[in-house]
């Protein structure tokens, strides 16, 4: 496992609120936008997945519903909540305070 695998696994909640953020959507779909959005460089465990949203879930970020369609399986879907939008630009403002601070202790010219 690289390590941009590693620090990725540490923001799942909040890749997931990103992906909420631009409408309602299950759990299949959310996973196949990063596969594409990775261009395949990297997908989330099922179980990774749904443990976050039971977490954001109960967190109260997140709420959801069963969809109602016609053929196929049921989906449940996601929807984020106004809480899971401040918890996201939270954490979204605490990944660019981290990437600075690597930025600069990683720039050749720092040492």
């Given at each position: 496992?690289?390590?941009?695998?590693?620090?990725?696994?540490?923001?799942?909640?909040?890749?997931?609120?990103?992906?909420?953020?631009?409408?309602?959507?299950?759990?299949?779909?959310i996973n196949k936008a990063i596969e594409r959005k990775t261009n395949g460089r990297y997908e989330l465990k099922e179980a990774t997945l749904y443990t976050a949203f039971k977490?954001?879930?109960?967190?109260?970020?997140?709420?959801?519903?069963?969809?109602?369609?016609?053929?196929?399986?049921?989906?449940?879907?996601?929807?984020?909540?106004?809480?899971?939008?401040?918890?996201?630009?939270?954490?979204?403002?605490?990944?660019?305070?981290?990437?600075?601070?690597?930025?600069?202790?990683?720039?050749?010219?720092?040492?």
């Open positions: 496992m690289s390590i941009a695998s590693d620090i990725i696994r540490g923001h799942t909640e909040t890749i997931i609120l990103a992906r909420l953020a631009a409408g309602d959507s299950y759990g299949y779909e977490r954001l879930e109960e967190s109260g970020c997140i709420t959801s519903y069963w969809g109602d369609e016609t053929t196929g399986a049921r989906r449940r879907y996601y929807a984020i909540t106004e809480a899971g939008r401040r918890t996201l630009r939270a954490l979204q403002s605490e990944w660019e305070d981290a990437r600075q601070l690597i930025d600069s202790l990683t720039a050749a010219e720092g040492y």
